[in-house]
């Protein structure tokens, strides 16, 4: 690999093809300007989750869409970077699609994996939300392979029509409910679920360096010891976040494209 090909890159909830943005495409066209302007020094990607607001592989048939964040991608696996899918809570249903056609490795939970020297436990996020029964509930179900076939015989003009307006219901419920807390600010190490989660996992497993997370749609740097840190990657809709790892440096950073195509 070229030696210039030395950071890894995390990003995380694009929700690309979502009914609630304003410009689906201008949103999928800086998406893939930030990966042409890291395709040089990229030696890996990390995306964590939520980058389709939704995606349901069927045997035959993938969602139709997302032509120039997929060509990207494919262009950057064939030029030697490595391309990591975490699956989110939106686009749990990803199968062999993307591996076989731009050589993806997909994540289907929490990853702990060294990194340039440094040990990382990166996932999407909502694996460790372990405060709502309802909320694990529906996450088994639709990672259960029964379930899944079932649902896989049901015609896509029904499933993706509904799960996108599902999910736009959802955001502007959730958007109303939570206009002060949850859904967009941070809660505090006491109440943050991450955070806690992290204290915790770091009581059994002190190596860990770096938490990264997506799923919460905020910007978050915390040191939690001396010798380990939990980062919120942010989102693609609002912040345009990424976070990146040179092997003796970790750091955030967002996006200040110009809008132009």
Not at 111 to 137: M, P
Not at 221 to 241: C, N, P, V, Y
Request: aromatic share 16%; proline share 2%; hydrophobic share 45%.
């Amino acid at each position: 690999m070229d030696s210039l090909r030395k950071k890894i890159y995390f990003a995380s909830d694009a929700h690309l093809g979502a009914r609630f943005h304003k410009d689906p495409l201008a949103v999928e066209k800086r998406l893939v300007r930030w990966l042409d302007s890291i395709k040089d020094e990229a030696m890996a990607i990390y995306f964590l989750g939520d980058m389709f607001d939704y995606w349901y592989e069927y045997k035959y048939v993938a969602p139709k869409g997302f032509v120039r964040f997929l060509g990207k991608l494919a262009e950057l696996s064939d030029s030697g970077v490595e391309i990591h899918i975490f699956i989110g809570n939106h686009d749990i249903w990803m199968f062999d699609y993307l591996p076989k056609e731009i050589g993806a490795i997909i994540h289907r939970d929490v990853l702990t994996v060294d990194l340039l020297g440094k040990r990382f436990f990166l996932g999407h996020g909502d694996e460790v939300d372990y405060r709502s029964k309802a909320f694990r509930f529906i996450r088994t179900l639709f990672r259960n392979k029964f379930c899944q076939w079932l649902y896989a015989g049901i015609h896509p003009r029904w499933t993706f029509g509904f799960a996108l307006g599902w999910s736009l219901s959802s955001r502007k419920s959730g958007l109303k409910k939570h206009q002060t807390s949850e859904a967009a600010e941070y809660q505090g190490e006491d109440h943050e679920y991450m955070v806690l989660f992290a204290k915790e996992y770091l009581r059994t497993h002190p190596d860990i360096n770096f938490f990264i997370f997506g799923h919460r749609h905020i910007m978050l740097d915390l040191m939690l010891s001396r010798t380990s840190r939990l980062l919120i990657a942010g989102d693609w809709m609002h912040l345009f976040s990424y976070i990146v790892w040179d092997g003796e440096n970790l750091f955030m950073e967002q996006f200040e494209a110009e809008q132009t195509s």
